[in-house]
Antibody, heavy 123, light 108 residues
Framework: EVQLVESGGVVIQPGGSLRLSCEAS????????MHWVRQPPGKGLEWVSL????????YYADSIKGRFTVSRDNTKSSLYLQMNSLRPEDTAFYYC????????????????WGQGTLVTVSS | EIVLTQSPDILSLSPGERATLSCRAS??????LAWYQQKPGQSPRLLIT???NRATGIPARISGVGSGTDFALTISSLEPEDFAVYYC??????????FGQGTRLEIK
């Protein structure tokens, strides 16, 4: 069974930094591109980032470009999101999600999601 | 910049009825569209890819149609577990991803 488990969400002050983690199991992690998607409480979904199979290429939403960095460690089946210069508008549940396509050729469709971790940016 | 607009915002129906949810793109997106279902307190679930392909384990009563700018998700006969929020999603050429604002399907 595919499982994605996010962690690292906390309450943090504006301007702070935080690293989220997503631990994967039940599939060969290195065979799939991975995404981060966020959702402010009670609101809609917003894509954040994609990282390719080997972690050599990443893409970001304009709203977080230059502040967030995605990375992965395939030996640990783990995905990360380094978040710097946090703003109140970054408050959201952060989900890691698996791309549908195996072995690359990113579909940008998400077939497995974690349960989410809540980041609250507030003074 | 492509925008996805879903309608209606809220759809009130009874179990057993047919539901049709709409997603309109501001530009031609061919069939590059997915649909997700999200229940309260849960993460989203993939229903449909490429406008009309059911994802693994999705029942046949759920179907997607459309191409270009107009898309629809249809649930032929609503079951109690179908009442949820539904999102459409498109991958842009940048690359990036956009979602519609969601349609809440509620029990009448």
């Amino acid at each position: 069974e595919v499982q994605l488990v996010e962690s690292g969400g906390v309450v943090i002050q504006p301007g702070g930094s935080l690293r989220l983690s997503c631990e994967a199991s039940g599939f060969t992690f290195g065979d799939y591109a991975m995404h981060w998607v966020r959702q402010p409480p009670g609101k809609g979904l917003e894509w954040v980032s994609l990282i390719n199979l080997r972690g050599t290429n990443a893409y970001y939403a304009d709203s977080i470009k230059g502040r967030f960095t995605v990375s992965r460690d395939n030996t640990k089946s783990s995905l990360y999101l380094q978040m710097n210069s946090l703003r109140p508008e970054d408050t959201a549940f952060y989900y890691c999600a698996r791309d549908v396509n195996k072995y690359g050729g990113h579909s940008y469709y998400f077939d497995s999601w974690g349960q989410g971790t809540l980041v609250t940016v507030s003074s | 910049e492509i925008v996805l607009t879903q309608s209606p915002d809220i759809l009130s129906l009874s179990p057993g009825e047919r539901a049709t949810l709409s997603c309109r793109a501001s530009q031609n997106i061919r069939t590059y569209l997915a649909w997700y279902q999200q229940k309260p307190g849960q993460s989203p679930r993939l229903l449909i890819t490429d406008a009309s392909n059911r994802a693994t384990g999705i029942p046949a009563r759920i179907s997607g149609v459309g191409s270009g700018t107009d898309f629809a998700l249809t649930i032929s006969s609503l079951e109690p577990e179908d009442f949820a929020v539904y999102y459409c999603q498109h991958r842009t050429s940048r690359p990036s991803v956009i979602f519609g604002q969601g349609t809440r399907l509620e029990i009448k």
